[in-house]
């Protein structure tokens, strides 16, 4: 019989979730690493994919401080988990939606940033449930969003204006 996804692991993956917003969000490496195993794969829109803690570490950095005034204020938020247990026990497929809502320190105000979906590969092999494989797919255009029905919309018209200024 395969091995069963307890109500408990549950829990610990989204607590999972949980510090790895928390370390991305407020600068926090330490906590942040602690949430991938030592070899994870970490694929992110902007950056393309990594692997191993020292570049993740490398990438979370950039984003902290080369685009500081573009990721100060952020708070990632995923939800509607869907958990999916491989055959081999302890590694699990976790699918989720996400929302980045921002606070802009210029202006004073909160935004939503971005929102997409994520298709994570889980593992407790090295003890705590932490990311073996992160993939980000933000929405950023409509051919992004994984829509499985009959796509009917037409889409949007592709227009470059000509320069205004003389």
């Not at 949980?18 to 926090?28: C, M, Q, V």
């Not at 990632?76 to 491989?86: A, D, Q, S, T, V």
């Not at 994570?120 to 994984?146: I, Y």
Request: net charge negative; hydrophobic share 40%.
């Amino acid at each position: 019989m395969a091995w069963q996804l307890t109500a408990l692991d549950r829990l610990e993956i989204q607590e999972l979730y949980a510090r790895y917003a928390w370390g991305i969000d407020l600068a926090d490496l330490d906590l942040a690493l602690s949430t991938f195993t030592q070899d994870a794969g970490f694929d992110h829109l902007w950056q393309g994919r990594v692997e191993g803690h020292e570049a993740i570490a490398e990438n979370l950095h950039s984003l902290w401080n080369d685009r500081q005034h573009w990721w100060y204020g952020r708070q990632h938020l995923m939800n509607h988990f869907i958990m999916e247990p491989r055959a081999e026990d302890g590694e699990v497929d976790v699918r989720c939606f996400f929302q980045i809502i921002q606070f802009q320190t210029d202006y004073r105000t909160n935004f939503v940033f971005g929102i997409g979906t994520r298709v994570d590969h889980v593992t407790n092999r090295e003890g705590p449930w932490r990311f073996q494989s992160l993939k980000v797919n933000a929405w950023t255009e409509a051919d992004q969003v994984p829509w499985k029905g009959e796509f009917l919309m037409a889409e949007r018209p592709k227009h470059t204006p000509p320069p205004v200024r003389g």
